[in-house]
């Protein structure tokens, strides 16, 4: 199968396609150095010739609720044209678990793109996961001002990368399914608690400290939506067991 992979540099895309590759398919990865653009749709076309599927993994970070959304739709109105011209039968979109009443900042950039997805020309899967354990190292850069780290309350049920993408190349294989149950992690966590964890593992000092954010996006994700439900898929592999692994950025 010719599996063409959007985002496959960043955190997750990186295991979408060494899994793709593990699997026997014939991979495509798109890339700005290789020629194409998601936010133009500059060499889309082109790239998809002959493809079977189209794994989206693309992301853009920000908070900011006009650029997500702006990113996310562009990406995805280009990457469905550039399919539906080239004969792909195939979406298959990530997403996140929890945020349909969070729409706002970049969650608002992921509600956009399923809207997108879902009344496209394309025949689709979406897969919503919970934070994968990276994340950790996310709120680490974001938070971290001098020789303190500021993490806001969130409980979690981190998922691992490489589990999010053997998920997503089993949908990949199995044909479009529509909404998909969500993947989460083993176990509940909060996201303060990982941070402190990831600090002794690396023998870091730094401070972390907790708190409280105000505004609709910070309580949301206080409210524990971001876990997901019990009836979703479990992935195995804890965020301690993902520290002692080889996935692990040193």
């Known amino acids: 199968m010719r599996v063409v992979v959007a985002g496959a540099t960043g955190t997750i895309g990186r295991h979408v396609r060494r899994t793709a590759v593990r699997r026997g398919h014939d991979v ?4 700005r ?4 653009d998601v936010t133009t749709g500059a060499g889309l076309v082109e790239a998809m010739a002959g493809a079977d599927v189209v794994i989206d993994v693309s992301s853009q970070m920000t ?3 006009r650029k997500a959304r702006a990113f996310f739709t562009a990406a995805t109105e280009n990457l469905l044209a550039a399919e539906r011209a080239a004969g792909v039968g195939h979406h298959v979109a990530l997403s996140i678990v929890g945020i349909d009443d969070i729409d706002t900042g970049y969650y608002a950039g992921k509600l956009a793109q399923e ?3 879902a009344c496209g020309p ?10 994968v354990h990276e994340f950790v190292d996310q709120a680490v850069q974001q938070g971290t001002v001098g020789p303190v780290t500021v993490v806001p309350t969130m409980p979690v049920r981190p998922v691992a990368a490489s589990e999010v993408a053997e998920r997503l190349l089993d949908i990949a294989e199995s044909g479009p399914a529509g909404r998909v149950r969500d993947l989460v992690g083993p176990r509940d966590e ?9 600090f002794a593992h ?5 401070r972390a400290i907790g708190i409280s954010l105000p505004g609709r996006y910070f309580r949301s994700c206080a409210s524990g939506v971001l876990r997901g439900s019990d009836d979703s898929v479990h992935g195995r592999m804890t965020f301690d067991q993902w520290l002692g692994s080889e996935a692990v950025s040193r």
Do not use: H
Not at 28 to 31: D, I, K
Not at 33 to 36: D, H, L, N
Not at 190 to 198: A, N, S
Not at 202 to 206: K, N, P
């Open 190 to 198: 909060t996201l303060i608690d990982l941070v402190r964890r990831r």
């Open 122 to 131: 394309v025949p689709w899967t979406i897969l919503r996961a919970t934070q």
């Open 63 to 65: 908070m900011s609720t």
């Open 33 to 36: 150095a290789s020629g194409q």
């Open 28 to 31: 495509v990865a798109l890339s």
């Open 202 to 206: 690396d023998g870091t000092t730094r």
């Open 115 to 117: 809207r997108v997805v």
